[in-house]
């Protein structure tokens, strides 16, 4: 059986191919790398019609960072819904113990 870090993972950004090694399960790898092609093509698609010579490495940059971004986002909402998750359980536990003989 080989590892995951044996998947081989191919995309096409900018007309060109890229090959890697996956170093997760090769879904996921996949899921990933076609994330990144979507932002690039977003990026690209919104610099459409303006006269814009932005290279691929800015591009790239770009959709790194709203990549970070989204994640960030995601960060901060998932560590507030921790926070309540956890605030309401202090509260039914509370509760709880108050109705206890």
Do not use: C, W
Not at 10 to 24: D, N, P, R, V
Not at 45 to 64: K, V
């Amino acid at each position: 059986m080989s590892s995951s870090s044996e998947q081989i993972v191919t995309i096409e950004l900018f007309g060109q191919t890229y090959t890697f090694k996956a170093k997760s399960e090769v879904y996921e790898a996949k899921e990933v790398a076609e994330i990144l092609v979507n932002e690039v093509d977003k990026v690209q698609d919104q610099q459409t019609g303006q006269p814009s010579t932005m290279s691929n490495l800015t591009i790239l940059i770009l959709a790194a960072l709203n990549i970070a971004n989204e994640n960030m986002e995601l960060k901060r909402n998932h560590s507030r819904f921790l926070l309540d998750i956890s605030e309401r359980s202090t509260g039914l536990i509370r509760r709880l113990d108050e109705l206890m003989p």
